[in-house]
């Protein structure tokens, strides 16, 4: 069974560095053809994917965040981090992490696991 897990705190400043982690069990980062996905839904609308990192270790982000947006991983603890700087309010969302697979391309996968998802409100 295959259990993803954010962690990271649920307050951050603005201007602040927002840092969350994944914690994986049940399958490796390193195998296969998948995307590890940061995923967030900001109250009151859609869903919106965030980046990824593929298996390979490669990153791909989302065009409009991509300036402020890093993704990496420690093998050695089967774990993703997402960090995205210089946050505002509108950066308050429910964050998840989730597993793609099946991918047309990085950004269009099917999600098969998700973690339970992780609010963080940016607030002074």
């Known amino acids: 069974q295959v259990q993803l897990q954010e962690s990271g705190p649920g307050l951050v400043k603005p201007s602040q560095t927002l840092s969350l982690t994944c914690t994986v069990s049940g399958a490796s980062i390193t195998t296969n053809n998948d995307y590890w996905t940061w995923i967030r839904q900001p109250p009151g609308k859609g869903l919106e994917w965030m980046g990824a990192?593929?298996?390979?270790?490669?990153?791909y982000y989302n065009p409009s965040l991509k300036s402020r947006t890093s993704i990496s991983r420690d093998t050695s603890k089967n774990q993703f981090t997402l960090q995205l700087s210089s946050v505002t309010p509108e950066d308050t969302a429910v964050y998840y992490c989730a597993r793609g697979v099946d991918c047309s391309q990085v950004a269009n996968c099917e999600y098969d696991y998700w973690g339970q998802g992780t609010q963080v409100t940016v607030s002074s």
């Open positions: 990192i593929a298996y390979s270790g490669s990153t």
